[in-house]
């Protein structure tokens, strides 16, 4: 089994849910010379759900390459995506005030998707797995929406909230995985791993 993997995330929340699950891991962050950002990009007519998976494979490749260029001991990477999307439109992470309070407002009163992709390769092998959430919002007002804002929690969030933060209180029903709504869905994570040799 290996002892840890290498996690190719700078999101704290996805240490702390494989934490939860007893999973050593290190960062392989891009270094200054990588563009992360554009691995991004969407591309037009794109479902939500393929592009996730895309993304997510992307950043496995740039992650595996990052890896062998450092020359670093060999284990298992784990890269992961979440994009929040409303019928086929994705909802990334907002540019600024305007678009936060676009998007919240957007998903107030209705339901939207949380889509996490989650990708593990080492050196032969490569597994991927795609956990869809679906999250009920209720009605949010003007000042509501303006508050969350004000707060600067919509920032660096795909869809502008974080389950975790205050738009909680927001949140009239869930169904899928809280995990994977927090960016991480650890079932699948949890399979995943185990064709890697780690026991849960």
């Known amino acids: 089994m290996s002892e840890l993997i290498y996690l190719a995330s700078q999101s704290p929340r996805r240490r ?10 290190e960062l392989l962050l891009p270094g200054a010379d ?6 991004e990009a969407v591309l037009a007519g794109e479902p939500p759900e393929v592009y996730c998976a895309r993304v ?11 890896l062998a260029a450092r020359g670093l ?17 994705i909802l990334g992470k907002p540019q600024d005030e305007a678009d936060a309070r ?4 957007l998903m107030s009163g209705r339901t ?7 990708a593990v390769a080492d050196g032969t092998r490569r597994a991927a797995a795609l956990n869809v959430s679906h999250v009920e919002f209720a009605p949010l007002a003007a ?19 974080a389950i975790q933060s205050q738009a909680a209180a927001w949140i ?18 949890a399979r995943l791993l185990e064709q890697f040799g780690f026991e849960f």
């Open 16 to 25: 702390q849910l494989l934490e939860q699950i007893g999973v050593r891991h």
């Open 34 to 39: 990588e563009d992360a950002e554009a691995l």
């Open 56 to 66: 997510t494979g992307a950043k496995l490749d740039a992650a595996l390459a990052r």
């Open 73 to 89: 001991p060999s284990a298992p990477v784990l890269c992961a995506d979440t994009t929040v999307a409303i019928d086929d439109l």
């Open 102 to 105: 676009r998007m919240l407002g």
């Open 112 to 118: 939207h998707r949380v889509v996490t992709a989650v």
């Open 143 to 161: 000042p509501q929406i303006e508050r969350y804002v004000a707060s600067r929690e919509p920032f660096g969030k795909a869809g502008g909230y």
């Open 172 to 189: 009239v029903k869930i169904a899928g995985s809280y995990s994977g709504i927090m960016g991480l869905p650890l079932f699948e994570t």
